[in-house]
């Protein structure tokens, strides 16, 4: 369902206000990814209620995995090994089949209270906490840690990583930035490879991988065979395929190649949005914001030349006409291209 020795892994990162169950149904469903993560629980003062975990992960109803068949890990956020580790133990009696834990979110807000990066200034406590919430899982699901590779200081990974794996981590992952560093490029894979080299558990490589020549990049500078990819995966979606590919993972025919600035490839893949947003009865301004949100990631990324023309539109209709109207008004050959 997740990592195995020998097996190359594409996860699906997860992505706060991007990655919900919608995304995570719709992203597994058309790209060739082998697990997700979902976006981060927050357990801070109490441990979430069933209502938060089956509202944020309504998978867990169905076994934990897509309705394609991907498995979800399940991602917690704490400082509090003792609340996370009972949180963890409420997301398995609900069906969660693996926890993932957040040791590198960078938002201030949560940073202040005691969550994500800011635990990488305190290896012992990241023991702690994965320790904690190992014991409180069942030995036969996965417990993992997610980390940046450090507060300020990039050479933090190591001690960190360490006190993971000490801690029982059956794997982790690496974003390679610092908290300080943000998102801003370039993310350092080096650390990730020497950190892999160091430890015995494998270590998933993440950060700036949008198509498969980071991809092959990441893996010779790294050696890693898994590898998590978030944003590319919006922004240039085909390429997920053309990694699933060259790493020799799975992939169906039906998995995405769009690759490029074609409306109507864009098109047909929005109208699949539009269409799982409606199933779900969400608001049309809901279907809108989700359409926006990817092709800005698209846009920012340069893969389409066309978010001008859509970004002021007010319904999922006006969006998909405007697509069609591009289609029409592209000539043949030109849309590779412009
Ligand atoms: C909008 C956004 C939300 C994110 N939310 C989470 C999160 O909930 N948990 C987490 O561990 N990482 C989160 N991340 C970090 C990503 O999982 C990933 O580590 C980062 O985007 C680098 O990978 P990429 O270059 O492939 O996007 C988030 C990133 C973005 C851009």
Redesign the pocket.
């Known amino acids: 369902m997740f990592l195995r020795p020998g097996t190359p892994a594409l996860v699906l ?6 990655t919900d169950a919608l995304m995570r149904e719709l992203l597994t469903e058309i790209m060739p990814f082998s697990y997700c993560v979902t ?2 629980i927050r357990v801070s003062g109490t441990v979430p209620s069933d209502r938060v975990f089956l509202n944020d992960v309504p998978e867990l109803r169905a076994e934990c995995r897509t309705a394609s068949g991907a498995g979800i890990q399940v ?1 917690l956020l704490g400082g509090d090994p003792e609340r996370l580790a009972e949180s963890a133990s409420r997301a398995v009696s609900l069906g969660a089949r693996g926890i993932d834990l ?1 040791f ?2 960078p938002a201030p807000t949560v940073n202040r209270h005691d969550g994500g990066a800011t635990l990488l200034k305190f290896p012992e406590r990241v023991e702690a906490i994965v320790k904690a919430v190992r014991a409180a899982v069942p030995p036969l699901l996965p417990v993992s840690a ?1 980390l940046r590779l450090g507060w300020d200081d990039m050479s933090a990974i190591h001690v960190n990583a360490e006190r993971a794996a000490r801690g029982g981590a059956s794997w982790i992952t690496i ?1 390679g930035r610092t908290k300080m560093q943000g ?1 801003i490029p370039p ?1 350092y894979w080096g650390p990730i490879g020497e950190v892999r080299r160091a430890l015995e558990i494998p270590v998933v490589a ?4 949008w198509n498969v020549d980071d991809m092959r990049r990441c893996q010779d500078e790294t050696g890693c065979e898994h590898f ?5 995966a919006l922004s240039e979606p085909g390429a997920i395929r053309a990694c699933a590919e060259t790493l020799g993972c799975p992939v169906r025919a039906s998995d995405c190649s769009i690759v490029g600035n074609d409306p109507t490839e864009w098109r047909r893949l929005l109208e699949l949005v539009v269409l799982r947003s409606r199933e779900r009865d969400e608001s049309e301004r809901r279907a809108v914001a989700r359409l926006k949100q990817w092709l800005n990631y698209a846009h920012k990324r340069g893969t389409i030349s066309w978010f001008d023309s859509m970004k002021r539109l007010l319904t999922s209709d006006e969006m998909l006409s405007q697509l069609d109207h591009l289609s029409r008004a592209l000539p043949e050959g030109a849309r590779e291209a412009a």
């Open positions: 990162a997860p992505m706060d206000g991007v976006e981060f991602q957040n590198g979110c997610k974003h998102y993310a993440n950060g700036e991988i998590m990819i978030g944003r590319g």
